[in-house]
């Protein structure tokens, strides 16, 4: 069975910092761009950053540019999304996500398979 499974959410303070992990079966991850989303109350899904498989390309979106990094473990088959100097503004569900993203545009499109999402809550 293909599936990605998040963990690592919760609350944090302002300033804080948290470590998504997103742990693939069924499929091998290297084969695939991989990447995580997010989606806050009414609004709309945005990439947070995505990863090659072939060239170590990232790419960040410019709200978190310079607090988030991810990488991947290939031996262990995961993902990971560090997160630091968290704001309110940060606070969705996170979602993590598997495709084919050649030109790494981290657009929701191109990724087929997805976890089941991990609720991140920044607050004091």
């Known amino acids: 069975q293909v599936q990605l499974v998040e963990s690592g959410g919760g609350l944090v303070q302002p300033g804080g910092s948290l470590r998504l992990s997103c742990a693939a079966s069924?499929?091998?991850?290297?084969?695939?761009?991989t990447g995580w989303f997010r989606q806050a109350p009414g609004l709309e899904r945005e990439g947070v950053a995505c990863?090659?498989?072939?060239?170590?390309?990232?790419y960040y979106a410019e709200a978190v540019k310079g607090r988030v990094t991810i990488s991947r473990d290939n031996a262990k088959n995961t993902v990971y999304l560090q997160m630091d100097s968290l704001t309110p503004e940060d606070t969705a569900v996170y979602y993590c996500?598997?495709?084919?993203?050649?030109?790494?545009?981290?657009?929701?499109?191109?990724?087929?398979?997805w976890g089941q999402g991990t609720q991140v809550t920044v607050s004091s």
């Open positions: 069924g499929f091998t991850l290297s084969g695939y761009a």
């Open positions: 990863s090659s498989n072939t060239d170590g390309t990232t």
């Open positions: 996500a598997a495709g084919f993203d050649p030109m790494l545009y981290c657009g929701g499109d191109y990724y087929g398979v």
